[in-house]
């Protein structure tokens, strides 16, 4: 199939959370959400994610998800859907609603739980990219799936035309065995906001960041001074948001984040199951990092 490979991502991506209000995805919520990342100089949105409780969300939720997302875009960022699950059928089929629905690329998790075999992956994303012509971002966290990606796999998914990047979690065999020269073939995206810094430093593309959902201005202006050489500007805001990116936790905790977005007044804090709200002492350290954040004399809303 003919694959699109010139995506337009810049260096700060968005792993959106998913406002849900009294059990629903709440859709004009979600609309404000996209237009506040916009407006805060975010250069992508991903959707359905793990931060955006996508194991939760049915298959006519993710639909209603994306159209909203690319519609209130309206071309002004890609919009990027999380369709992988541990099964390929079911990958194929979720990867072709997006792509279907607007989306401008899939980001496809290795396969979780069933813990396939080096020649299975490959084989899992072979037969995807036969299956459907929407750009393909793999995403490889051990931490998340128990498996890890060999050099050889890596290379086989890199053969595939429709492969045009990969997240990748620090400290994975795939991160370590990335090949200089694919820095300009590939999107190479870090998984942690933590490390987004050092990442880019060392030749990444820059990241799919949970924090941009509190401060979008901050954290996609850290990635902006980075890829213009201003690496004092860049480690500034590094520390500045330091406490509230440890705050979140190192996967971006949903919880963590729609609290923090409703102390804005922009969404309910509503999570589903297994998930659970934020204690007591949560909600203290992320105020406190949330006041660090945008300073003394700045509104939350400008971050």
Same mark, same amino acid.
């Given at each position: ?15 959106? $959370? ?6 629903? $995805? +709440? ?39 994306? $159209?909203?997302? $690319? ?67 793999? /995403? ?7 498996? +890890? ?88 805001? /590094? ?13 971006? +905790? ?50």
């Amino acid at each position: 199939m003919q694959v699109d490979r010139a995506l337009r991502l810049g260096a700060t991506t968005t792993a959106l $959370v998913t406002p849900f209000r009294e059990g629903a $995805v +709440d859709l004009s919520a979600l609309e404000r959400l996209v237009e506040r990342q916009i407006h805060g100089g975010v250069d992508g949105l991903a959707v359905c994610t793990p931060t955006g409780e996508g194991p939760t969300l049915t298959r006519s939720e993710r639909a209603a998800i994306i $159209v909203t997302c $690319v519609q209130a875009a309206a071309g002004r960022v890609p919009v990027i859907a999380a369709t992988g699950t541990n099964a390929t059928a079911s990958t194929i089929a979720l990867t072709r609603d997006a792509e279907e629905l607007g989306a401008a690329a899939a980001l496809v998790t290795l396969p979780y739980y069933s813990k396939p075999g080096q020649k299975g992956i490959a084989g899992h994303f072979t037969q995807l990219a036969s299956a459907t012509s929407l750009p393909l971002i793999v /995403e490889n966290n051990p931490l998340r799936t128990a498996i +890890d990606m060999t050099s050889p796999t890596l290379k086989a998914l890199a053969d595939i035309p429709s492969v045009i990047g990969f997240l990748l979690a620090d400290g994975s065999a795939a991160a370590r065995a990335m090949p200089p020269e694919w820095r300009q073939r590939f999107l190479l995206l870090s998984d942690r906001d933590a490390t987004a810094l050092s990442f880019l430093s060392t030749g990444g593309s820059g990241v799919i960041s949970a924090g941009a959902n509190l401060c979008p201005r901050l954290y996609a202006s850290l990635q902006q001074a980075a890829r213009g050489g201003n690496l004092p500007a860049a480690r500034r805001l /590094e520390d500045r948001l330091a406490p509230l990116t440890a705050a979140l936790g190192a996967d971006g +905790d949903p919880a963590a984040i729609k609290h923090a977005l409703q102390t804005l007044r922009l969404i309910d804090p509503e999570v589903r199951l297994p998930l659970l709200a934020v204690d007591a002492n949560e909600k203290q350290s992320l105020s406190q990092a949330m006041l660090r954040a945008s300073g003394a004399h700045n509104s939350y809303l400008s971050i």
